[in-house]
């Protein structure tokens, strides 16, 4: 079963930049996938980005493409997600989630969940 604790969250102006952590302990050779989702308000869980441990796969949500980096470091066992040029919209809390397929955007397809970090982007 694979730990996730995420950090970094916040409060940050509209255009500012914040970077999300993902530390992942109990980790598997199973655990191939890493995601990044976030969840507003009366709205439901959104994918956002996701990537492999080897990094030879990325994919990212159409409202976030080349604003957002989704990145491992495997020394560290973390995955991040560094967020820049941020909107109003892009309030939520950002969760980070494990699973055993690449490429999932779905969230039932991943299998291991952090408790979530909330981002607060004020205009």
């Known amino acids: 079963q694979v730990q996730l604790v995420e950090s970094g969250g916040g409060l940050v102006q509209a255009g500012g930049s914040l970077r999300l952590s993902c530390a992942a302990s109990?980790?598997?050779?199973?655990?191939?996938?890493m995601g990044w989702f976030r969840q507003a308000p009366g709205k439901e869980r959104e994918f956002i980005a996701t990537?492999?441990?080897?990094?030879?796969?990325?994919d990212y949500a159409t409202s976030v493409k080349g604003r957002f980096t989704i990145s491992t470091d495997n020394a560290k066992n973390a995955v991040y997600l560094q967020m820049n040029s941020l909107k109003p919209e892009d309030t939520a809390v950002y969760y980070c989630?494990?699973?055993?397929?690449?490429?999932?955007?779905?969230?039932?397809?991943?299998?291991?969940w952090g408790q979530g970090t909330q981002v607060t982007v004020s205009s």
């Open positions: 109990g980790r598997t050779s199973s655990n191939y996938a």
């Open positions: 989630a494990a699973g055993r397929w690449v490429g999932q955007v779905i969230p039932d397809r991943y299998d291991n």
């Open positions: 990537t492999t441990w080897s990094g030879g796969y990325t």
